[in-house]
């Protein structure tokens, strides 16, 4: 039976279900979009957070070119398995220390971008000024997270399926997708062989 | 053989003129450690005239540092005070500063120096032998290349310093005998 034979009552009953429908998908697309700037601003700024307490904790270790602590310092990082690389630069802006140690295959800025956090190539990074209060700038610290906390919350609230859901799946982020210049980070380029702090 | 000899004297000047670069490297290191020693360290209200004052690093005995120390302190501030370096031979010329450089040929005897010094706001560094452990503050010890810090939180308690814990976790901590 075409639409145009369809009893007035069976039509409205259509309209009806098609227009809630429709509310209902456009309430949990603008839901979804919501959670999920949400979550990417409580990500960046939990990331901001762990860097300023790294950074903080960090300036000692810069000021006096000990290479060991900045490296036992930035392992507490291991607690968080998002973090997948975090690099300290000296105040030349050289590699100072890097984590994870066995990171030798892995890419890491050849040298600090600007202060700040964002959102890159699938990848949450952000630079820190790594300064003690009230005096001059020490260093850098680089961290790089994926973005596995915000598609796991997601995965939690139902929104993004897993592998055997039938439902729409969020992007997985890349893992580490570094920016433009990179440089081995298994060893520091400026660590304290020499005299340079 | 005379081109034996020509290569022999040009090779024992480069070696010189490594040595020398080591030396005044290891100098520069040791004047930016200093300097960053201001960042990590609390003098008590009673040591700062007005809180424009400068912060004086002082030199005793002869300065290993030549310019490097002016260099590296100068436009820079602690908060508002900004920095100084002043040069001293004796003890007795020391008026007022925060951060006192003993060199190594001034501190063979450091207890003499240390007693003048004694319960004086200054924080008092060397690189003299077993200097932390004979009433200093802070030592600078070279090891395989690298300065290390040796620091007596005992002695920098009696003159009213505050070290700063994360200088005191880069360093070694020395207690002096009998403590």
Redesign the interface.
Known sequence: MALRDWPIKQKLTAMLVLISGLVLLLTSAAFAGYQYWSLRSATRDALAVRGRIIAA?S???L????VA?AREILSALRVDRHVVAAVLYDKGGRVFAGYPAGVAGDVVPAEPGPDGYRFERGLLVGFQPVE?A???R?GTLYLASDLGAISDTFRLSGVRGRSRSPFWRWPRPPRPCPPARTTPCGRPSSA?????? | MALLKITAAVLLVCAARLGAQTKASEAQVKAVFLFNFAQFVDWPPEAVPDSQAPLVIGILGEDPFGDFLDATVRGERRGSRPFAVRRYQRVDDITRCDILFINRSAADAPEEILARLKNRPILTVSDADRFAERGGMIRFVTDRGRIRLQINPVSAEAAHLTISSKLLRVAEVITPPGR
């Open positions: 904790n300036t000692a270790s000021a006096f070119a000990n602590d003690e009230g005096s001059q020490l304290p062989t020499s005299w340079a702090p």
